[in-house]
């Protein structure tokens, strides 16, 4: 390397040092004091291994019964979920300046805390796979919704992710919610309630807000927001309702906006494509926009047969 060379290396590094010290949230400098995204992100499959034990396995292992297997992947989960525990902890304020001892303790029960929850996740996740099925004519079988519906996929971090949220454990779950926002395209909040039998047909484009209420038996299309009505606000609204409530036995089709923390959709309603719904909708009910005017223009170079067209009283759209 080049004395010339050398010297404006060293010009770029004094100059970096010296920007790092405004004290912003971006200049902190300690090294593994925040969560590892990528760990975090091998819990979520290692714990996917767990959720479907025949369709996910740990590659390493040739010859294993069940319960070696379950035991290998538990050991792993433990290791590294109680390990990144430790450090978000420190974001909580009580925990700030604890004691070593006290966030290792902490962060051991929290973590069997949450795995005891594994049962519950298994038996919401059974349902939701089934109301995949039987609502999808194009499911081949139930195992092609495991292995490639990215609805379930995120479903299932949502679950996995609700339960560490609910436990009052900070970052991680919003690191696997952004995880499967990313590889998915459907954004779900870690906070977000979720009832049985939830399926997301197609799914891109779908936010669902951190203070929703989903009951059972929902059905949600593609480009559907359940959201606030307004965030200016800011911080100052965190801890209040501002996410829609969904009863049991709802369909919302693609691209409906349903917004507010006061907005209730009744049971066994279905909201039609494209809505835009700020007050509550009573139990029943059927919710569309009127249809748009259709205009069919056609070229006089390639003359064809110009017939009335009939009106479809269809108001709502299935994909």
Known sequence: MS??????IN????????????DRTIDKTVAFDHPDKEKVIGIIHRLRNIIYPGYYKNDRFKLYTVR?????????IIHNLSQQIKVVLRYNPKYENAPQCDIEATAEELTFAFLEKLPKIR???ATDVEAAFLGDPAAFNK???????????AILVNRIAHELHLLGVPLIPRIMTEHAHSVTGIDIHPGASIGKYFFIDHGTGIVIGETTEIGDNVKIYQGVTLGALSTRGGQLLKNRKRHPTIEDNVTIYSGASILGGETVIGRDSVIGGNAFITKSVPAGARVSIKNPELRFN?????????TELPQDETWFYII
């Open 3 to 8: 004395h010339k060379l050398e010297g404006r």
């Open 11 to 22: 010009s770029l590094v004094d100059t970096l040092i010296d920007d790092y010290s405004h």
């Open 143 to 153: 195992e092609e919704i495991i292995f490639s519906y990215p609805g379930l996929f």
């Open 68 to 76: 070696s297997n379950i035991a290998v992947q538990l050991e792993d």
């Open 123 to 125: 038996d919401y996740i």
């Open 298 to 306: 056609f070229k006089s170079e390639t003359p064809v047969q110009q």
